[in-house]
């Protein structure tokens, strides 16, 4: 009768710790799952925020780019007519130093663009690599045994029309910056 008891104490034991393994297991996937999930929402709210400085960024300095060229515009033409149209000598500008645009604003503006344009780029990476390991949590064994119920996240990553196209075709034929 013994060892009748302390079979059924081994049987109920190893019972007992696979329920007891699969209740942490279960719990401990549905808590990865969930961390990814709000993770991945999160970075999509970040990708929205950057997006949005990204453009803001820019636009204002390229306002304050074509501010700087009309002022310069304002400025250097009365001063070049005033000082050819009373009969002044048309050589008269090589002994005079005339005023100077500052393309800084260009290359500053430049310059932003290409760092905004990757700081979006990374935050879209970012984005796309949190999906890859939400759908491989939720796709593979035994994180899909646990999570069967699970569906995959939609992202919204953000792309032009022209990348588009040229994923659709398969060929990139418009390459003229400017068109």
Not at 5 to 12: F, H, Q, R, S, T
């Amino acid at each position: 009768m013994d060892r009748k008891k302390a079979i059924y104490a081994g049987l109920a034991l190893v019972l007992v710790v696979l329920i007891g393994g699969y209740f942490i297991m279960s719990i401990s996937y549905s808590n990865t799952e969930i961390r990814l999930r709000n993770q991945i929402a999160a970075q999509q709210d970040a990708n929205a925020v950057v997006y949005d400085k990204v453009w803001k960024v820019i636009a204002q300095k390229a306002q304050v780019t074509e501010k700087a060229k009309d002022s310069f515009k304002e400025m250097y033409v009365p001063l070049m007519e005033g000082r050819y149209a009373r009969g002044g000598s048309f050589m008269k500008w090589i002994k005079e130093h005339n005023p100077q645009f500052d393309f800084s604003l260009f290359k500053d503006l430049m310059n932003s663009i290409e760092a905004l344009r990757a700081e979006f780029a990374n935050v879209q990476i970012r984005l796309r690599d949190l999906k890859r390991e939400h759908d491989n949590l939720i796709g593979t064994f035994p994180g899909s045994w646990f999570l069967s119920d699970r569906k995959p996240i939609k992202v919204q990553l953000v792309t032009s029309g022209q990348t588009q196209k040229t994923f659709e075709t398969g060929e990139e034929n418009e390459i003229n910056v400017f068109k």
